[in-house]
């Protein structure tokens, strides 16, 4: 069965800090991959995506995930944290044969310290 | 471009009421997904409507049900509520294949936030 794990539930860095944030996949074709972030009291918001191609993708607000097949992960990283970026950050699947079926981590919440 | 757009934002009900969202997608997206969210389950896939017809289903009880008109907003509906159903309730709209370049890629609106006393 298709699954999504995002091994840290929480993570604090220093303001100005590197981020990486762990994803691990179980998919058996090339899959759908997304990372969204969601502020409290609110819904998802697209980071980015990776579809095919170039392993290597840019998102928005300065973040970037490369997928690497053989360890099944999609690593989203930035490499200098602002305070605003203190959120949950969610990972996701696409699920075969549904493209309105995402299947989601069970997020990692960020903290930044100033 | 207006984004996804869910009604009520909030709302409370009671223990064996039912209770009706509604989500008006981004113009021209064809495909509606719900979700529901929870602290203890997380996000999970609630439906997917295309063309006024349920695509998929994830593993909810048929208390929960849902339909998409032909402008392509929707309803879900959860009838006798228990007390577990309280969650934000989280709806997204997408292009579908073909539509081009945002295809498969799921837009999701604010959400609304149903508490069950």
């Known amino acids: 069965a298709q699954s999504v794990t995002q091994p840290d539930i929480h993570i604090t860095v220093s303001e100005g800090a590197s981020l990486e944030l762990r994803c691990n996949y179980s998919?058996?074709?090339?899959?759908?991959l997304f990372w969204y972030v969601q502020s409290p009291g609110q819904g998802l918001q697209l980071l980015l995506k990776y579809f095919s191609g170039d392993t290597l993708v840019q998102g928005i607000k300065g973040f970037e995930a490369e997928f690497k097949r053989s360890q099944s992960s999609f690593n989203l990283r930035k490499p200098s944290v602002h305070w605003s970026d203190a959120a949950e950050y969610f990972c996701a699947v696409g699920a075969e044969g549904s493209q309105g079926n995402l299947i989601f981590g069970k997020g990692t919440k960020l903290s930044v310290k100033p | 471009k207006a984004g996804v757009t869910q009604t009520p934002r909030y709302l409370i009900k009671t223990r064996g009421q039912q209770v009706t969202l509604s989500c008006s997608p981004i113009s021209g997206h064809r495909s509606v997904s719900w979700y529901q969210q929870t602290p203890g389950q997380g996000l999970q896939f609630l439906f997917e409507?295309?063309?006024?017809?349920?695509?998929n289903k994830g593993n909810f009880p048929g208390r929960f049900s849902g339909r998409q008109f032909s402008n392509s907003r929707s309803e879900m509906n959860v009838s006798t509520l228990e007390l577990g159903d309280s969650a934000l309730y989280l709806c997204?709209?997408?292009?579908?294949?073909?539509?081009?370049?945002?295809?498969?890629?799921?837009?999701f609106g604010a959400g609304s936030r149903l508490t069950v006393l």
């Open positions: 409507y295309f063309s006024e017809t349920q695509r």
């Open positions: 998919y058996g074709a090339t899959p759908y």
């Open positions: 997204a709209s997408s292009l579908v294949a073909g539509q081009g370049d945002g295809a498969n890629v799921l837009t």
